[in-house]
Nanobody
Framework: QVQLVESGGGLVQAGGSLRLSCAAS????????VGWFRQAPGKEREFVGT?????????YYADSVKGRFTISRDNSKNTVYLQMNSLKPEDTAVYYC?????????????????WGQGTQVTVSS
């Protein structure tokens, strides 16, 4: 069992930065891949990026955030980070982290077993 709690959201001007954290409980967190998704009002949940259980394995990003967002993890702290730079108004959404184990599509939300409650990110123009 893994419990996830996101933090770090807030209001920022376009061009600014935020760093989201996803803190996990559970002794086996280090064996889970962790993904970030976001959902804007009236839109479907959207893949943002993912990092494998071993940070040196793989990291994938959605095209919409590539070059602006960076995912990292510190398994010793049971935490995954989403550094967001050059934020745009279209990045406004509730951001969720999620964890999964085993090989499966990393960009499909249904493949993830555990989800956090989400944190609001609002980018003003």
């Amino acid at each position: 069992q893994v419990q996830l709690v996101e933090s770090g959201g807030g209001l920022v001007q376009a061009g600014g930065s935020l760093r989201l954290s996803c803190a996990a409980s559970g002794r086996t967190f280090g064996s889970y891949d962790v993904g970030w998704f976001r959902q804007a009002p009236g839109k479907e949940r959207e893949f943002v990026g993912t990092i494998s259980w071993s940070g040196g394995g793989y990291i994938y990003y959605a095209d919409s955030v590539k070059g602006r967002f960076t995912i990292s993890r510190d398994n010793s702290k049971n935490t995954v980070y989403l550094q967001m730079n050059s934020l745009k108004p279209e990045d406004t959404a509730v951001y969720y982290c999620a964890a999964k184990s085993g090989p499966s599509r990393v960009d499909v939300s249904s493949t993830y077993d555990y989800w956090g409650q989400g944190t609001q990110v609002t980018v003003s123009s």
